[in-house]
């Protein structure tokens, strides 16, 4: 309704959340690097509604989307950049949601110059990243919420449980990219969000903002049933 979108409730005041979005690009020399398809929208909305649900945001990305004023922005470009500027700030932070989509591999040294098509094909070795939301999830703080997500092409509710538990996450968002108008570069997402006890919560074809309210509205239930069960354990 007309009042819902223009007063959205202020249920995240106070709270503290750490997005991260968009794809990361690791070099392989001056002029190239290894991406990824993520364009950073959903993310981005998840940061703009929590916002404005009264939140105090700080947004990883790597991305030049524009952000709203009070949005504290740190742009980078790498996984490694990734993995320690979402360290650093995520002890401070209630909510740490990780929908970027952060490269597995980067190739093992730049080159310093552009590499020549006259010193024939080149082969890029590539190593492991830092598994991010592992590394969130192995220091969760009590009562801190992690959020992974998941771009599954099959199997999207099998694999993204698998994720949930291996990271150490409070919910997953999956979407299965292999379906029209969903995921990486649409304006539009349909997903499933899946909680710590197996419960599903399907988020039917729509924009990635409404997609964003959804995803809130599950972690400010989590956010409550933590906050409780900490209490109860001292
Ligand atoms: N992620 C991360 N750091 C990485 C890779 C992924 O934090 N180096 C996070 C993403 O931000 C996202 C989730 O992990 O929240 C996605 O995991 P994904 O890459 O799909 O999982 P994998 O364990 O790599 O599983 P697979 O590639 O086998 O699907």
Same mark, same amino acid.
């Given at each position: 309704?007309? +009042?819902?979108t223009?007063?959205p ?5 106070g709270?503290? =959340?750490?997005?991260? *979005?968009?794809?990361?690009?690791? #070099?392989?020399d ?11 929208? %959903?993310?981005?909305?998840?940061a703009e ?5 009264g939140?105090?945001v700080t +947004? ?7 952000v709203?004023a ?9 996984? *490694?950049e990734?993995?320690?500027a979402?360290?650093?700030?995520? #002890?401070?932070?209630?909510? @740490? @949601?990780?929908?970027?989509?952060v490269a597995?591999?980067t #190739?093992?040294a730049? /080159?310093t ?8 094909v080149?082969?890029v070795?590539l190593v492991?990243?830092v598994d991010?939301?592992?590394?969130l999830? /192995? ?5 801190q =919420?992690?959020?992974g ?8 509710v ?5 994720? +949930?538990q291996r ?12 379906? #029209? ?5 649409h304006?539009?997402?349909?997903v +499933?969000?899946?909680?710590r006890?197996g419960? %599903?919560?399907h988020?039917?074809?729509?924009h990635?903002?409404? =997609?964003a ?12 049933s933590?906050g409780?069960a900490?209490?109860?354990q001292?």
């Amino acid at each position: 309704s007309e +009042l819902a979108t223009s007063s959205p409730p202020q249920d995240f005041t106070g709270v503290k =959340v750490l997005v991260s *979005a968009g794809g990361t690009r690791e #070099p392989i020399d001056p002029v190239r690097f290894v991406g990824n398809r993520s364009s950073g929208k %959903q993310g981005h909305a998840i940061a703009e509604e929590a916002a404005a649900r009264g939140a105090e945001v700080t +947004l990883v990305t790597t991305t030049d989307l524009p952000v709203p004023a009070g949005i504290e922005r740190i742009r980078l470009d790498t996984a *490694a950049e990734l993995h320690r500027a979402v360290m650093a700030a995520a #002890p401070r932070c209630q909510v @740490v @949601v990780m929908a970027a989509a952060v490269a597995d591999f980067t #190739p093992v040294a730049v /080159a310093t110059d552009k590499l020549k098509k006259r010193d024939g094909v080149p082969v890029v070795e590539l190593v492991p990243t830092v598994d991010v939301l592992a590394s969130l999830g /192995a220091s969760k703080a009590p009562g801190q =919420v992690l959020v992974g997500f998941a771009a599954e092409t099959s199997d999207v509710v099998a694999n993204a449980t698998d994720k +949930l538990q291996r990271k150490n996450a409070d919910l997953l968002v999956a979407n299965d990219v292999g379906a #029209p108008d969903v995921g990486f570069e649409h304006d539009t997402n349909e997903v +499933l969000i899946i909680g710590r006890d197996g419960d %599903q919560h399907h988020v039917p074809l729509a924009h990635k903002r409404d =997609v964003a309210r959804a995803v809130l509205d599950r972690i400010t239930t989590v956010l409550h049933s933590v906050g409780r069960a900490d209490e109860e354990q001292s």
